[in-house]
């Protein structure tokens, strides 16, 4: 008779990561343009673009909200003819180079009003112009190359200022159109402009 002894060996593993470090919130603003392309009052183009915040911006936004400073209560819309990326670090005074170029050859005489409603408190918080779009009717064809975003200082609605010592909050380059949008005379570019902050 012969013994037959059967062994078996089971092995069994865990693995156990360490939780997660907590997340803290997210108050990034983050900025869209939309610009609706009008020509004999037909829409024959829609366009994108993503803002880059400057650097004065979001050090205006603290300073207002932790450091007493007086807030800034009229912005206004402008057309941007550059060749370059915004930057964070271009700014209303134009400087160094200039860092932008603004257009300003449109029949209205001023810089168009960013006029919006207040957010709610939400996650995201959103602030918005879509119940009063801006419009900027071209008086000469060229190329629109992005957008600004303005306001304070002592001339902040006049085309073309950088010398009044307003904030440049953002500029973008369309989404999409690397060498611009092409206008024409009479053109209508309708403008609408909107920032969230949270999730």
Not at 109 to 137: D, G, H, I, K, Y
Not at 152 to 157: E, K, V
Request: aromatic share 8%.
């Amino acid at each position: 008779m012969i013994d037959k002894l059967k062994m078996v060996c089971l092995a069994s593993a865990e693995l156990i990561r360490a939780p997660k470090a907590p997340q803290g919130d997210s108050v990034s603003p983050k900025g869209r343009y939309k610009v609706e392309h009008f020509r004999n009052g037909v829409k024959i183009g829609e366009y994108e673009a993503v803002n880059t915040t400057t650097n004065e911006g979001r050090a205006k936004l603290l300073n207002v909200m932790f450091d007493g400073t007086t807030p800034i209560t009229a912005w206004y819309l402008g057309l941007a003819v550059t060749s370059t990326n915004f930057q964070p670090t271009d700014n209303y005074a134009n400087s160094p180079s200039p860092a932008w170029s603004e257009f300003t050859t449109y029949a209205e005489l001023v810089r168009q009003a960013w006029t919006v409603v207040a957010s709610t408190a939400a996650n995201p918080a959103v602030t918005t112009n879509t119940a009063s779009v801006a419009a900027f009717t071209m008086a000469t064809g060229t190329t629109i190359t992005g957008l600004i975003l303005v306001g304070g200082g002592s001339a902040a609605s006049t085309k073309g200022d950088t010398a009044g010592g307003g904030v440049l909050w953002s500029g973008a380059q369309f989404t999409g159109q690397p060498t611009g949008i092409v206008v024409a005379s009479a053109d209508v570019l309708k403008v609408t402009y909107s920032v969230s902050v949270g999730a």
